[in-house]
């Protein structure tokens, strides 16, 4: 919208308004809107969620220290997508398809994470949507994302070739040979792409659910998963930086760059209030949004493979859980860590919960910038 108005309109007659073409500007002013907004209307969320008793309910299962938690205000999640769509349509040209896709990702994965968190509230129980049930829904809102890149595909706007970390040459295409299809069956040959994106889209978002057990520790981690975005992000379209780097360039995707932006603001916006101890927590309206934001940015820009390491706290916390549940079923009730996800298994070690925050912090941003290492290591 600003965009629009600021530099395809006004641009002509005030050249001033020349510098609201170059994405770095935006971008910081994309994640400063996004982080005025989260500090701005956060104390009210927080009190009309506290209005409407939207409280948290605490598993008996977990650990006992976190039963005092019961109460306080959940679904917080609200102000992290306000916070990150507002500025994105804002500063964006929304002209651009790839910036569509990602704002209805992030909006589709935000609203089944709502319809879990108000179930909970509805029937006051730590129990929302069932296990299948969300994770249909996932894969319904992860199918739609994949049919729209076979569309961009299909225009010439998208590559549906993998982009492997440290080998340059290698990029296998996930789809198959059309010739092996009549020509009504066409769509058949995407069948393996479709299936992929579904896959990673849904186990991201599901990991980043899985690590919102701690006050800040999810959006911690998402600060700096998108921070990491928002580097790949911009090389990616930038046509000198990925000459330099040997990257399939795509001129389409730089204006993900704001969306990156936003998701960076949002996230320190809403840790002012998420920070332990905990005044508001982001539900699964958060999460999930979050998680399907990462990875659709992720499969946007050709780096679903460098998710476990931008991601690696998520997929950490995600494997975790997988082999707890394998280990318990197959071992007939033996189990690897104490408890899971794994924050839970280091805070019935000893560790106290902001250590455990920070250390995880810290495991984070070592990850991301592994993952950036590997634009060059090749």
């Given amino acids: 919208m600003l965009y629009w108005l600021l530099y395809q309109k006004l641009y002509p007659v005030f050249r001033v308004f020349r510098i609201f073409r170059y994405l770095t500007f935006r971008c910081v002013f994309s994640s400063l809107t996004a982080l005025l907004i989260g ?47 507002v500025p994105t349509l804002l500063w964006s040209d929304l002209s651009n398809p790839f910036v569509w896709v990602a704002v209805l990702s992030t909006t589709a994965f935000g609203a089944i994470g709502f319809a879990d968190d108000y179930i909970k509230v509805l029937h006051k129980r730590n129990l929302g949507l069932t296990s299948i049930q969300k994770l249909m829904l996932q894969f319904l809102a992860s ?9 961009m595909q299909s225009r010439g706007m998208y590559s549906t070739r993998l982009v492997v970390p440290f080998v340059k040459k290698f990029r296998p295409d996930l789809i198959i040979d059309s010739l092996h299809f009549t020509h009504g069956f066409y769509w058949l040959s995407f069948i393996p792409f479709v299936i992929f994106v579904m896959l990673v889209i849904s186990f991201s978002s599901n990991a980043v659910n899985l690590t919102d057990g701690l006050d800040g520790l999810a959006i911690g981690c998402t600060i700096i998963a ?7 992000t911009y090389v990616s379209g930038h046509v000198v930086f990925s000459d330099y780097l040997e ?41 999930l949004a979050l998680g399907g934001a990462i990875s659709t940015v992720a499969v946007l820009i050709k780096q679903e493979l460098l998710l476990p390491f931008i991601g690696g706290v998520f997929i950490l916390e995600a494997v975790s859980v997988m ?49 950036l290492t590997t634009l060059k290591l090749r």
């Avoid at 008996?60 to 102000?79: D, N």
């Avoid at 199918?143 to 569309?151: D, K, M, P, R, T």
């Avoid at 998108?226 to 790949?232: N, Q």
């Fill in 323 to 371: 082999l707890q549940v394998g280990s318990y079923k197959l071992r007939g009730g033996k189990r690897i860590f104490k408890m899971a996800p794994l924050h839970h298994h280091f805070e019935l070690s000893g560790w106290s919960e902001s250590k455990v925050i920070a250390r995880f912090w810290i495991m984070a941003l070592v990850f991301a910038l592994f993952a």
């Fill in 143 to 151: 199918f739609g994302v994949a049919a729209a890149l076979v569309w």
């Fill in 247 to 287: 990257l399939q360039r795509m001129p389409m995707v730089g204006e993900l760059t704001i969306f990156c932006g936003a998701m960076v603001g949002a996230s320190i916006g809403f840790l002012w209030y998420n920070a332990h101890p905990a005044e508001v927590f982001m539900g699964d309206v958060g999460s």
């Fill in 226 to 232: 998108a921070g990491a975005l928002t580097v790949l």
């Fill in 39 to 85: 500090l701005l209307i956060g104390p009210f969320v927080i009190r009309r969620l506290r209005e409407f008793q939207i409280g948290q309910y605490i598993r008996e299962e977990g650990p006992a220290s976190h039963q005092k938690k019961t109460g306080t205000p959940t679904m917080g999640g609200v102000l992290i997508c306000i916070s990150i769509l």
